[in-house]
């Protein structure tokens, strides 16, 4: 073997096991505290690099804990542990009660409470519904520790707790944190008593929920309601199109309608199931939806013939209302997207540039077809108004032009 191969090999050996190395210290069983402190419980949590240390006296209620959040490399930021006394993983945040730790450029972190109201809470300083004693921490070597001891209601056994950092602004104020997945996913159901840990059984459903209920709106109302009157408007003017234009018009909105009502139920049902969590404008916006599709649908029934005097006043009543849903649908679409944007930020940033990316090229189709029918109209009365000249020079060459 080579002197360059030996140097390679020992530098590979060197690294592997420096990772080595780093993995196995990177545990919470391997992490110890100054003065001896002690705890029963440990565990490495999933997301952010962070860890807790616990001991839970049952009878008591007493927690005492240790969380230990690593990668705080500049005092511009801040740490939170927090437990959410409604045992509600969607959202974590919302109503969770909050120990918060930001570091400071000299001296120890600035270390209070906040309960937290709502998801674009600034952690505002504050009481929380737990008695907290004990509480401390440190800030060295890039790792923010907080220690602290909570008094939880009796019989507690099990808890959702959530933990986060963020940046500061110069005057040491919480920002909003970062909405990436690991941030989105660092809350878990905790056992105090045996250890363990889970994610609520709902929570993977009530996000496929969410997934879905977008699917279909967003298909429904924000897609096929809208081609359905681009169909509706444009095709007609073909001669040869008709009556395929209607049935093809029929067949979008219909279709929209039993789609939209599935993706308006599945709404229904997040909103129940996602208390505190309010979004007045984008279900109130739904309702307005769902009765203006309604109505269009029983008028379909009521609908006049061609030759009936009321035809004309039904026209103008199907208009109205129909390009009002449209009009509507398509910015609910976009307050779905804002309402998913709290939960999760910019993980559907790349669903919303579809959407208006679709959005763009029907709206660049019906400015197309808009400019061509009308062609098409004015032509096709050109040739009837010289036609209808053509006709009445015949007539009048034959002598009947000077008939009564």
């Known amino acids: 073997?080579?002197?360059?191969?030996?140097?390679?090999?020992?530098?590979?050996?060197?690294?592997?096991?420096?990772?080595?190395?780093?993995?196995?210290?990177?545990?919470?069983?391997?992490?110890?505290f100054s003065g001896n402190k002690v705890f029963t419980t440990c565990r490495d949590l999933p997301q952010l690099t962070a860890y807790l240390h616990w001991s839970y006296d049952q009878p008591s209620g007493k927690l005492d804990i240790a969380f230990?959040?690593?990668?705080?490399?500049?005092?511009?930021?801040?740490?939170?542990?927090?437990?959410?006394?409604?045992?509600?993983?969607?959202?974590?945040?919302?109503?969770?009660q909050a120990l918060v730790a930001i570091p400071q450029s000299s001296g120890s972190p600035k270390f209070y409470t906040s309960s937290i109201a709502d998801t674009r809470t600034q952690l505002t300083e504050g009481s929380i519904s737990y008695p907290v004693s004990g509480f401390s921490g440190t800030y060295q070597n890039n790792e923010v520790t907080i220690f602290a001891t909570l008094t939880l209601p009796n019989g507690t056994t099990s808890i959702v707790h959530v933990w986060q950092d963020g940046t500061t602004t110069s005057d040491s104020t919480p920002q909003e944190h970062s909405h990436e997945s690991s941030h989105a996913n660092s809350k878990e159901v905790l056992d105090l008593v045996s250890g363990t840990s889970q994610v609520a059984s709902g929570i993977g459903s009530r996000q496929r929920r969410r997934n879905t209920h977008g699917v279909l709106n967003a298909i429904s109302w924000g897609i096929l309601m809208p081609t359905g009157a681009v169909i509706a408007r444009y095709l007609?003017?073909?001669?040869?199109?008709?009556?395929?234009?209607?049935?093809?018009?029929?067949?979008?909105?219909?279709s929209a309608y039993i789609v939209g009502l599935s993706g308006f139920g599945t709404g229904l049902k997040l909103g129940s199931d996602s208390e505190g969590i309010e979004y007045d404008t984008h279900r109130a916006l739904a309702i307005v939806l769902v009765t203006f599709a309604t109505l269009q649908v029983f008028a379909l029934f009521l609908r006049p013939n061609k030759d009936h005097k009321l035809r004309f006043y039904w026209n103008i009543y199907h208009h109205l209302v129909g390009y009002a849903t449209i009009i509507i649908s398509i910015v609910n679409v976009f307050k779905g997207f804002e309402a998913l944007g709290d939960f999760v930020g910019d993980r559907y940033k790349n669903w919303k540039h579809a959407y208006?990316?679709?959005?763009?090229?029907?709206?660049?189709?019906?400015?197309f077809l808009e400019a061509y029918t009308w062609m098409v109209v004015l032509k096709r009365k050109q040739i009837e108004n010289k036609t209808s000249n053509g006709v009445n020079e015949a007539n009048g060459a034959n002598g009947y032009g000077s008939r009564p």
């Open 356 to 367: 208006i990316g679709i959005i763009g090229a029907l709206g660049g189709i019906a400015v």
């Open 68 to 96: 230990i959040h690593r990668g705080i490399t500049s005092t511009n930021r801040w740490v939170a542990w927090a437990i959410n006394p409604s045992n509600t993983l969607e959202p974590a945040m919302v109503g969770a």
């Open 1 to 32: 073997m080579s002197m360059a191969s030996m140097l390679r090999l020992a530098l590979a050996l060197c690294i592997l096991s420096s990772v080595v190395l780093t993995s196995s210290a990177q545990t919470c069983k391997n992490q110890t």
């Open 236 to 254: 007609k003017v073909f001669k040869s199109a008709d009556p395929a234009w209607f049935y093809l018009h029929i067949t979008c909105q219909v």
